[in-house]
């Protein structure tokens, strides 16, 4: 013992370990704050991400003009289209709210797909059916997505969606902006738009295709501007990489009379 010193072995024991309390408290409070800085790091790199993508999609939207096309009430359009190797008339029908309307001419025949707001249906001679059938399942929760003339990154936080950038890639040799759009179901999509013309030049996205998930491409090209709105006049479809079906409208008309008769399966 030291001189002077008049500490019990007990005093000793106790100051190791109050000693030992202070480096582990030490060592917990560093643990905890290494945790909350890397946590805060996350959440902050998470709401700059946010941040990031609703810049974009705000020039996106002044590139489009998204506002002439708020004001649109309709849309018809005509065009030609390749579907595994034939060629067939393309008829696409657009009306506020939710009501859309395909037409494919093919080998003399009309398949017509439609959704009035509520039912989505299908009328496919192909099959031996003249008659409208009700959709169900994906292919009608698809193609019911698809009537929202606005689309899902327009007022994505209030159909309940949420949007980030997850980097940049090259799409056609151009570079491009990437946004994961994660639908309020949980499913997710990404858009590719164009770093330069802020336009969507291609939406990834995974779907039922007979039964089994696999990866559906859309590329948009030869973007027209038709009464102040951009619209893609083309668009390539792709399953698994492969083509499956190419489109180009030639003829769009807005506002025209739509009557609800044309979406309603009855």
């Not at 030490?26 to 290494?34: D, L, N």
């Not at 709210?97 to 299908?122: C, S």
């Not at 619209?231 to 009557?259: A, H």
């Amino acid at each position: 013992m030291i001189p002077g010193e008049h500490r019990s072995e007990k005093g000793r024991i106790f100051g190791c370990c109050l000693r030992g309390f202070d480096y582990s408290f030490q060592q917990t409070t560093m643990k905890k704050a290494i945790s909350l800085s890397v946590f805060m790091a996350f959440a902050a790199m998470s709401v700059s991400m946010a941040q990031d993508a609703d810049k974009i999609l705000d020039k996106h939207f002044r590139a489009i003009g998204q506002d002439k096309l708020s004001k649109i009430k309709t849309i018809d359009a005509r065009g030609s289209a390749s579907m595994m190797g034939m060629s067939t008339g393309i008829h696409m029908m657009a009306k506020r709210p939710h009501k859309l309307r395909m037409v494919i001419e093919l080998q003399g025949m009309e398949i017509i797909t439609g959704y009035d707001g509520k039912t989505a249906w299908t009328i496919n001679p192909m099959t031996g059916s003249s008659v409208p059938v009700a959709m169900s399942g994906a292919e009608a929760d698809g193609f019911m997505e698809s009537a929202d003339m606005d689309g899902k990154l327009w007022d994505y936080a209030q159909k309940g969606h949420k949007v980030e950038l997850v980097g940049e890639e090259d799409v056609h040799g151009k570079a491009s902006y990437v946004l994961k759009l994660t639908k309020a179901g949980g499913d997710d999509e990404k858009y590719y738009i164009d770093k330069e013309s802020y336009l969507i030049v291609m939406v990834k996205a995974t779907a039922p295709v007979n039964g089994t998930a696999m990866e559906v491409e859309a590329h948009m090209s030869d973007y027209k501007r038709i009464e102040g709105y951009m619209m893609p006049m083309s668009t390539t479809q792709k399953v698994g990489g492969q083509t499956i079906m190419s489109w180009t409208f030639d003829e769009v008309r807005f506002n025209t009379n739509l009557d609800d008769a044309l979406f309603s399966m009855e």
